[in-house]
């Protein structure tokens, strides 16, 4: 494998990004760890979502090299299980909001594919693929439709920028949606992976120029300089993401984007 160009960027100067990526022999991964709506920390150092991603990233690197798909979503469902007490298991089966959870896409050099884990895309020889959440694209238009709601009303784009106050409006809807957490949709969370919702690429052993990448930018691009200037495209025209690209947050005043991202582009 040749490594083209990598980053990992946090959202704000001031916090620690729950992206990561990995590179070892035999995988290259990107994961994603999902913005805790939790009242409960796993650690007081670390958000659940770094804390999630963390375990994924350490799985991963010690997993044996042909490990495959279904393998490893049981492997590294074990290794975060290992972080709830036992007595906390029946409330986080009905809690899934409560759970830490990372998504990712892994590629794996000895088995030639690559594994989407929850919300992630990629680019193949130039063309995406995605695993995106079911519920996400709906609360994104709720969500847009109460901005546009209070700036009619006078609030102003930098205000909402320092305050999304349409976000609190989707939470409950998102808490909800969340109850189908690896039922209707795959996440990496402690709890048993539908592999009907993993999307499996496989490769033939031709070389194929692969980008990898959190849901961070919402435009892949093939190279990381075409993705980042479309990412600051997107803030500069639509800080509050409720045009062309509709999210569930803004980009917030002070911080470089949305949400965390990581983007890593090779040959393999």
Known sequence: MQIIEQALIPKSPIKKSEDG??????????????????????????????????????????????????????????????????????????????????????????????????????????????NPKPYEAQLAEQRASEVNRLLANGTTVDQLRREDTARPVIIPHMLEAMKQQNVGYSVIDGFPIPLSHVRLLPLTFDPFELVLASDGYPFLRPTLAESEAALQEQIA???????????????????????????IRFIA
């Open 237 to 263: 025209n639509d800080p509050l993401n409720i045009g062309q690209f509709k999210a569930t947050k803004a980009c917030k005043e002070g911080n470089n984007s949305f949400d965390d991202r990581a983007y």
């Open 21 to 130: 990526i990995v590179v070892t022999p035999d995988f290259v991964a990107v994961i994603d760890g999902s913005t805790s709506k939790a009242k409960h920390r796993y650690s007081w150092f670390s958000s659940n979502g770094r804390v999630a991603m963390q375990l994924v990233a350490r799985t991963l690197k010690r997993a044996p090299k042909d490990i495959s798909m279904q393998q490893f979503c049981k492997l590294v469902t074990r290794e975060i299980s290992k972080k709830y007490r036992h007595g906390d298991l029946p409330y986080l089966t009905e809690h899934p909001e409560e759970r830490m959870a990372a998504s990712a896409v892994v590629f794996s050099r000895v088995r030639r594919e690559v594994w989407m884990i929850g919300d992630c895309q990629c680019l193949v020889n130039g063309e995406l693929y995605e």
